[in-house]
């Protein structure tokens, strides 16, 4: 074959496999096997849906009783017996102390003596007068007479009735500060005395929430020595003075106690619900994805992606209100978002997320 020949076979291939890779590339792609048009990028959705959320306040605080005193008698002298003992819980009412009576004993008795010789002799001053032998003078000295020594015979009744210590309200006897034989005053400490059911979880706020605090809203919190418990309590005292140096405001809310759970002192970490929003919108926060201090996400409309910006509400574990941006029922993209593009085509895959609600749980 001569020089010529060969070159316009080689040219001939040439031209051969240019129109060979034109064909290829007119083929369409396909997204498997079977052939089709191109199906998009894959990537997991979730609905948007409607759900309650909550407006908090986080704070921390401790457990304290709605009433807690240090018991100190009323009138001087030794202590006889003890008649509970020191964690013992005891109703209204109850004899906790007992302070030595003889004196006062003796005392009753000599005043109830001279009471019954001032009623005698009234009676005698009135037979006297009704008879005309005494004046209206000496009946009215009778009569006072009478009336004083009945003032004097209760007064040391009172004294003698006090020198038995008891609870003034239902709760459980705490720390004793003396022992038996002890002699005490009206200023000696006896016993700690505490309310148990319910009891009081007291926190303070920063002041910029001062508008928004008022009685009867719902406190959630938890304690750091009950892990995995929820306690819910409802607010009962709104502090009007706003405390120096930190600018906070002192908040208390009453917490039922039957288990006993709670102690005073007890450390919290609480959640003040200052609104509740039955009707919000929520999604799976993966599907926000922040953007130079602003937010979007991705929703999936017609098998394909748009970008919108969001308003962010309430965060909870796990999920994020939309305030403005998104509606119920429309699907955002929480996987595989990474190399999405405006209008590119996608294949859902539709994801169920479970919001766990973290303002419920165990409640005393």
């Known amino acids: 074959m001569s020089t010529t020949n060969v070159g316009r076979v080689i040219a001939l291939m040439a031209v051969a496999a240019v129109a060979a890779l034109a064909g290829a590339c007119k083929k369409p792609r396909t997204s498997g096997a079977g052939g089709g048009g191109f199906a998009g990028v894959p990537v997991e959705v979730a609905v948007a849906s409607v759900d309650t959320v909550r407006d908090e306040v986080a704070a921390t605080g401790q457990i304290e009783a709605v009433q807690s005193i240090d018991l100190r008698p009323e009138v001087d002298g030794r202590i006889t017996d003890f008649l509970v003992r020191e964690g013992q819980e005891v109703e209204k009412g109850t ?27 009234l009676g005698r001053t009135k037979e006297l007068v009704a008879q005309h032998a005494s004046s209206a003078a000496d009946l009215e000295r009778a009569e006072a007479t009478s009336r004083s020594a ?16 008891r609870a003034p309200f239902a709760g459980v006897a705490g720390q004793r500060y003396v022992s038996l034989g002890d002699y005490v005053t009206t200023s000696t400490r006896l016993i700690s005395l505490h309310t148990v059911n319910p009891q009081r979880a007291s926190f303070q706020v920063p002041e910029r929430f001062a508008r928004l605090l008022g009685l009867g809203q719902e406190v959630t919190f938890r304690v750091a020595a009950l892990p995995g418990r929820d306690f819910t309590g409802e607010v009962d005292f709104v502090d009007p ?43 799976p926060e993966d599907a926000v994805v922040p953007l130079q201090g602003a937010a979007f996400v991705w929703t999936v409309a017609e098998g394909k992606v748009q970008r919108k910006p969001v308003t962010l509400g309430v965060r909870t574990p796990g999920f994020v209100e939309i305030a403005s941006g998104v509606q119920p029922g429309e699907q955002v993209v929480v996987g595989g978002l990474e190399l999405l593009q405006p209008g590119m085509p996608v294949r859902p895959t539709v994801v169920t997320r479970v919001r766990r609600d973290t303002t419920t749980g165990d409640r005393d």
Do not use: C, W
């Open 241 to 283: 003075v706003v405390q120096l140096p930190g600018r906070t405001i002192l908040v208390k809310a009453r917490v039922p106690n039957s288990h006993r759970l709670l102690q005073p002192g007890m450390f919290i970490e609480a959640h003040l619900v200052t609104a509740v929003r039955p009707k919000a919108i929520v999604v």
């Open 95 to 121: 004899a906790l102390f007992k302070v030595d009576d003889a004196q006062l004993q003796a005392q009753v008795a000599q005043l109830a003596a001279q009471r019954d010789l001032a009623d005698q002799a």
């Open 150 to 165: 009945q003032a004097e015979y209760d007064l040391a009744r009172i004294k003698l009735d006090r020198t038995t210590v």
